[in-house]
């Protein structure tokens, strides 16, 4: 698509009505053909170091525990934890509101 406005055998017009895209974005890809894989800033909601801290002094808390303490969304620490590299536990045990006598799995 950018070559072939490019090299003039189509217009800006004809491109964005064949491809059914914005003439904005056609023209911002002209201008940086440069495919951004990272991000241009830092996260600014939930610091990384104040989350490792909170998931090591916290490790068995769910998402909302933390999202309250940090005062962000559950969401905002999903995305923060997924981020990090740091996935849910896959534990075999009960929530901590059940207890184990209550629990049908043995550890």
Do not use: H
């Amino acid at each position: 698509m950018i070559k072939s406005v490019e090299n003039k055998d189509m217009s800006i017009r004809q491109a964005c009505t064949f491809y059914n895209i914005s003439r904005t974005t056609l023209q911002r890809w002209l201008k940086n053909q440069v495919i951004k894989q990272t991000r241009d800033k830092p996260p600014n909601k939930i610091p990384n170091k104040l989350l490792l801290k909170d998931v090591a002094q916290y490790s068995d808390d769910y998402m909302y525990e933390r999202a309250q303490r940090l005062g962000c969304s559950k969401s905002g620490i999903e995305i923060a934890l997924k981020r990090l590299g740091i996935s849910q536990k896959k534990d075999l045990g009960t929530s901590k509101n059940v207890s184990d006598e209550k629990s049908d799995v043995s550890k």
